[in-house]
């Protein structure tokens, strides 16, 4: 196995796992070439590809919008800082073995789309041979972890009545699944119940039809509750008019056949919450985690429904100044100004997919935003829908 032996995301010297790892890849691939590294571990360095995508290291800033996903750019390019500055660090050394920025970038995209954590510590490891497995939303094989008796309670146990077994080290299992696998057909695996967010980032692919996909309805509670302030209030129905379909735009104050043409001192409402105490009102309960409030591809997500649910109850009693919604009502909004932070629907989407002058990265890009905009769709269909 190929192991990150330090403890935490960053060393000493600032440096992430992944920056860590891509360095030692790398002093062994320079051993190989020399002539003084291990014969099965220079295999596979032999056989790792020899080029490796990732949105924060190979993708131009068009690319990498391309996605129209604020919080993932934001993250993409967090990366990126991230990644030159550990460049910063190591290209002396690298200097030294005769590489360059190409090979720092090489190294890091490899192992980000091969590694995996495990134990308690989520120690971060590749394991030659099960790396070259992809992932698949229905893998044929899976990959077991087997560990030595001395690395369970069992151990001293044993060894009070008897002779312990000789120690042998853990070691990772590549088993079929319940079906055999032919001769030439690939061996695929699960990555785990990833959204497409953490594939595209930390691996460099979106999956056509992931049925873990989400799409972030609110950070948090304080986001919730002023989004539900911005088109409940009553002098923003017309502005909000696109968000929520309402057919009636309310009387006109300026002449007109609805309503009177003069419009009085409107009455003076009573105290009422900030948004800020609501939230908190809100978080107390509530009483779990109320971040990254979220829809999949398989409905809204019990917090979010709770928290809605909680707002508008919290309304009820109190003296309200803002109109009353239902859930659905509230939620289908949401989704409907989601959706329309996309500049284009779905349809377009297709057709650039088909053009021959968009790059890979850019239509994985494109890929990514139809995955979010499936999910919203969904939501939005249910919602109207009654389901």
Known sequence: MFVDTEVGDTDASGLAWSARMALRLLTLRHSCSTG????????????????AILPHIQFSDEELHAC??????????????????????????????GMDQEDWDWAVAVLH???????PAATHMVVPGVDMANHSLTPNAT?????????????????????????????????????PIRATEEVTISYGSWPSDVLFLFFGFVPKANPHDAVVLFRDLLELVQFHDQIAQPDSRARHAS???????????????????????????????????????????????????????EGFDGRVLAAAQGLLSLH???????????????????CQHLMQQFPAPLEEDRALLDRPDISANTAMSIRYRMAKKR????????VSQGR
């Open 36 to 51: 003084d590294g291990k014969g099965h571990m220079c295999a596979w360095v032999a056989a790792l590809p020899q080029q």
């Open 68 to 97: 129209q996903d604020n919080d993932t750019i934001r993250e993409a390019l967090a990366m990126r800082a991230s990644h030159q500055a550990s460049f910063q660090v190591v290209k002396g050394q690298l200097s030294s073995m």
């Open 113 to 119: 789309s091969r590694c995996f954590t495990e134990g």
């Open 143 to 179: 990959v077991r972890c087997v560990h030595s008796p001395d690395a369970c309670q069992g151990q001293s146990a044993v060894e009070d009545v008897c002779e312990a077994p000789e120690m042998q080290p853990s070691r990772f299992e590549l088993l079929v699944g319940d079906e």
């Open 243 to 297: 968000l929520s379909n309402q057919r009636d735009p309310g009387p006109k104050l300026n002449g007109g056949s609805s309503g009177s043409s003069r419009a009085g001192p409107l009455p003076r409402q009573p105290a009422w919450p900030s948004a800020e105490e609501r939230a908190e009102l809100l978080a107390e309960s509530l009483g779990a985690d109320c971040t990254r409030l979220v829809v999949t591809a």
């Open 316 to 334: 009820q009693h109190l003296p309200s100044p803002i109109r009353h919604m239902t859930i659905g009502e509230f939620l289908h909004q949401r």
């Open 375 to 382: 999910v919203l769709q969904a939501a939005i269909d249910a």
